[in-house]
């Protein structure tokens, strides 16, 4: 069982920055693992972010955030992090970090979920 403790999140105004980071245990390496993030606004489909495939570092966004925001993974810390930046009205969501054995934008193939955080950014 993977666990994730999440920190970050909060409100911003459009234009700023925020660090989401989930904190990843259970288990003695991840190496084999995907670590992704994915989002859900009011009303709507939770919706692929990004994700890092740990084994190899490749990565992948959304069209809507890609160089904007940035996904990296910690080994020392076994933490997954989120740096968003340039921040728009849109983004406001709850924000989950996921992790999965296949590197992959569909959530169905996340096996194990943060309990999610609150992302709020004012225009």
């Known amino acids: 069982q993977v666990q994730f403790t999440n920190s970050g999140g909060g409100l911003v105004q459009a234009g700023g920055s925020l660090r989401l980071s989930c904190a990843a245990s259970g288990r003695r390496t991840f190496s084999r693992y995907n670590m992704g993030w994915f989002r859900q606004a009011p009303g709507s489909e939770r919706e692929f972010v990004a994700f890092i495939a740990l084994s190899s570092g490749h990565t992948q966004y959304t069209d809507s955030v890609q160089g904007r925001f940035t996904v990296s993974w910690d080994n020392a810390n076994n933490t997954v992090y989120l740096q968003m930046n340039s921040l728009k009205a849109e983004d406001s969501a709850v924000y989950y970090c996921?992790?999965?054995?296949?590197?992959?934008?569909?959530?169905?193939?996340?096996?194990?979920w943060g309990q999610g955080t609150q992302v709020s950014v004012s225009s």
């Open positions: 996921a992790a999965g054995l296949l590197p992959s934008p569909d959530r169905a193939y996340y096996d194990y």
